[in-house]
């Protein structure tokens, strides 16, 4: 069984700490009290701090991340890694870029029409992946598919050779 650890939270040092399960208490008047996380619309848990009377609202993830998870790369975006927003141990989050952000998005198929890779689509008639890239208002086809993978793989190559930055996800 796993220990729990709490750490200092940069900025709050004394004040506040974060353990490595994604759980946040305060250290103010001399009392430790675990704080109550509420969601965001996203599905995100996020949580109050105030320090010299000035209140802010943090995502509890990447409280978490900053404290715990070495970043390198200078990686700016978080990835659940089992999909699931309100799991904030370390082991489920991983400093990503804004390509691997996109490609990690977790989709819950309802129709096989729904990609979990961007800029590739189903196509119902033919049964087969279709990859595009999209520059301003025209498609530009890359080609079809039996694997969503290669299409994907288009995709990627594509957006190299065009130097093309990824879609912001948000």
């Not at 848990?45 to 105030?50: E, K, V």
């Not at 010299?52 to 700016?76: E, L």
């Not at 039996?146 to 990824?166: F, I, M, N, V």
């Amino acid at each position: 069984m796993e220990t729990e650890i709490f750490k200092d939270i940069p900025g709050f040092e004394g004040i506040y700490q974060v353990s490595n399960f994604g759980r946040v208490k305060s250290l103010k008047f001399n009392k430790v009290k675990m704080l109550i996380l509420t969601l965001d619309a996203a599905g995100y848990p996020r949580t109050g701090l105030s320090v010299n009377g000035k209140y802010k609202s943090y995502k509890v993830h990447r409280i978490v991340a900053q404290v715990f998870i070495p970043n390198p790369d200078n990686k700016p975006f978080l990835d659940h890694i089992n999909g699931n927003r309100a799991d904030n141990r370390i082991e489920n989050l991983r400093w990503v870029s804004h390509r691997e952000n996109g490609r990690n998005q977790t989709v819950h198929r309802s129709n096989k029409g729904t990609s979990k890779f961007y800029g590739v689509s189903w196509h119902t008639r033919d049964e087969i992946w279709i990859s595009q890239i999209k520059i301003g208002y025209q498609n530009l086809y890359l080609g079809c598919f039996k694997q969503e993978e290669d299409a994907a793989k288009a995709y990627d190559k594509a957006l190299e050779e065009l130097g093309l930055e990824p879609v912001n996800f948000k």
